[in-house]
């Protein structure tokens, strides 16, 4: 499912970059509703329902693991553990995707000063800004540190930015309520904590959608929890959650709704246990999530390089009709964006678990990647022997593993930009 949205956000940026309407004109060279047109024009007005998916599939898959870090025992270890794990996780990627960033948008004020996409707004809906507008140190230091969308406007020259940084603080914010909500208070918490309490500052104040939109990904943990324990079963009930999923799609496509609607339509679906056997076209679902948050980083850059290049040779001074030759623009480039990006994620996002391992060793922390949060088990207060005694066995069940969720969403088995991210 992950990679279904991504390269959902992906086809709408291609069709917003090439074809359509110049800054909010008729049609450039309008054609016929030729067959493949109204579906690849379709296709922009779901982007944004693809990032609910993100934040919905964020909540079941990170948000699960926050649940489990309600009930660890060795707390000390395991947020510290989750901390590193979203870290490197988020910011192994980010951080040569901005480099990248910044220097196509560089190459691009500098070349070809005067394309349209360029020197003004208004060429599409997700390039509502001229490029210009990034010649702030300020707006690249936010998109480092993801507070964009909270102090400073995300980069143009990368707007799915900003879900990242909605992202990112959902992963704060619940690591500071499980932090808070166990009463586990050190210097290295009470400072997550305070952050995590900046975090939800910021947003109340100056982007209150953050909030809003994060019930979708608090819809994705109650799916988790409900997913967990096989509160929904059977057929009937998990076709209505596929087909509600589907209506509200359907609807959106007409009349805009709010975020949460489709978000906790998406949750009752993925909650529901009889996913766990669904085995459709799963090897090649892995596969293209492997590197999904690469791609969501990374094409919006590349597409306004490819941009720039068809407009230096004279091929785009505007948007265009649908027709043969955009036909094979969209498509070419779309292949282009694809396979630069599981180059890009061979060289950071394939890396993460070795790097992950790392900062473990690093920071001391020992518990492997994979091994789950462990369990409290609470056991009666004892008096101690008066007498040397043999130690006491580990209670049956103390060491059985509990699994794991697997990085791919798209099993929804029990299952951690992603979301972005």
């Given at each position: 499912m992950r990679w279904i949205a991504a390269l959902t956000v992906v086809l709408s940026h291609v069709r917003q970059g090439f074809l359509g309407t110049a800054n909010g004109s008729a049609p450039v060279?309008?054609?016929?509703?030729?067959?493949?047109?109204?579906?690849?024009?379709?296709?922009?007005?779901?982007?944004?329902?693809?990032?609910?998916?993100?934040?919905?599939?964020?909540?079941?898959l990170v948000g699960g693991k926050l649940?489990?870090?309600?009930?660890s025992d060795d707390l000390k270890s395991d947020w510290q553990h989750f901390l590193i794990d979203r870290f490197v996780r988020i910011f192994v990627v980010l951080w040569p995707a901005a480099v990248l960033t910044a220097g196509i948008w560089f190459c691009l004020i500098h070349l070809i000063p005067n394309a349209p996409f360029v020197k003004s707004g208004g060429w599409a809906f997700m390039l509502s800004a001229p490029l210009g507008a990034d010649a702030s140190l300020g707006k690249w230091a936010g998109a480092a540190t993801l507070l964009n969308e909270l102090?400073?406007?995300?980069?143009?020259?990368?707007?799915?930015?900003?879900?990242?940084?909605?992202?990112?603080?959902?992963?704060?914010?619940?690591?500071?309520?499980?932090?808070a909500g166990r009463a586990y208070f050190t210097t290295g918490s009470v400072l997550l904590i305070a952050y995590g309490g900046l975090l939800f500052g910021l947003a109340a104040v100056h982007q209150p959608v953050i909030l809003i939109s994060g019930v979708c990904w608090l819809a994705g943990v109650a799916a988790r929890a409900a997913f967990d324990h096989d509160l929904l079963r059977g057929r009937i009930s998990q076709a209505c959650g596929l087909g509600a999923v589907i209506a509200?799609?359907?609807?959106?496509?007409?009349?805009?709704?709010?975020?949460?609607?489709?978000?906790?339509?998406?949750?009752?679906?993925?909650a529901h246990s009889n996913w766990k056997n669904f085995k459709l076209f799963a090897r090649f679902g892995e596969w293209a999530a492997a590197f999904s948050y690469?791609?969501?980083?990374?094409?919006?850059?590349?597409?306004?390089a490819v941009m720039g290049k068809l407009y230096a040779l004279g091929i785009l001074p505007h948007r265009l009709g649908f027709g043969l030759e955009s036909?094979?623009?969209?498509?070419?480039?779309?292949?282009?964006?694809?396979?630069?990006?599981?180059?890009?994620?061979?060289?950071?996002?394939?890396?993460?678990?070795?790097?992950?391992?790392?900062?473990?060793?690093?920071t001391g922390i020992s518990r492997t990647v994979n091994e789950p949060f462990r369990a409290v088990k609470l056991a009666p207060a004892q008096s101690p022997p008066a007498s040397p005694?043999?130690?006491l066995a580990d209670p049956p069940g103390d060491s059985t593993p509990h699994p794991q969720p697997p990085?791919?969403?798209?099993?929804l088995a029990p299952a951690g930009r992603n979301c972005p991210p």
């Open positions: 060279n309008p054609t016929p509703n030729v067959l493949g047109k109204q579906e690849l024009f379709g296709l922009n007005g779901y982007g944004h329902a693809a990032v609910v998916v993100f934040f919905v599939l964020s909540g079941f649940i489990e870090l309600l009930k102090l400073v406007p995300t980069l143009t020259s990368n707007g799915p930015l900003w879900s990242l940084a909605y992202e990112w603080s959902y992963y704060m914010i619940g690591l500071a309520g499980v932090l509200v799609l359907l609807i959106e496509s007409k009349h805009p709704l709010a975020d949460p609607v489709l978000g906790v339509a998406l949750a009752v679906m993925i690469s791609l969501y980083l990374v094409h919006f850059p590349i597409l306004l036909a094979v623009i969209v498509v070419s480039t779309t292949v282009f964006l694809l396979l630069f990006a599981r180059a890009f994620a061979w060289a950071t996002e394939d890396r993460t678990a070795k790097i992950r391992r790392i900062v473990l060793k690093l005694e043999p130690p990085e791919n969403p798209r099993q």
